[in-house]
Nanobody, 123 residues
Framework: QVQLVESGGGLVQAGGSLRLSCAAS????????MGWFRQAPGKEREFVAA????????FYADSVKGRFTISRDNAKNTVYLQMNSLKPEDTAVYYC????????????????WGQGTQVTVSS
């Protein structure tokens, strides 16, 4: 059983930055690949970024490539999403997810999900 708790969301102006964190419970964090997803009002949930168990491999949605960076600290059981050059269209609830499989793609077939943190980007 893994519990995921996101934090770091908030209100930021366009062009600004935020860093989201996702803290995981349990002692086997390094055995899970992690992903970030987001869901804007009235839209389907969409993939943002994924990272492999050690952090050696990452994969990004085209919409965030070059602006967002996913990373992890296995000693702290935490995965991060550094978001730079934010745009109003990045406004959404951001979720982290965990699964034993690393998926270098936009699949949302992750076993564990957090409750989400709101990110609002004003123009």
């Amino acid at each position: 059983q893994v519990q995921l708790v996101e934090s770091g969301g908030g209100l930021v102006q366009a062009g600004g930055s935020l860093r989201l964190s996702c803290a995981a419970s349990g002692r086997t964090f390094s055995s899970y690949a992690m992903g970030w997803f987001r869901q804007a009002p009235g839209k389907e949930r969409e993939f943002v970024a994924a990272i492999s168990w050690s952090g050696a491999r990452t994969f990004y949605a085209d919409s965030v490539k070059g602006r967002f960076t996913i990373s992890r600290d296995n000693a702290k059981n935490t995965v991060y999403l550094q978001m730079n050059s934010l745009k109003p269209e990045d406004t959404a609830v951001y979720y982290c997810a965990a699964d034993h499989r690393y998926q270098a793609g936009s699949s949302d077939e992750y076993y564990y999900w957090g409750q989400g943190t709101q990110v609002t980007v004003s123009s």
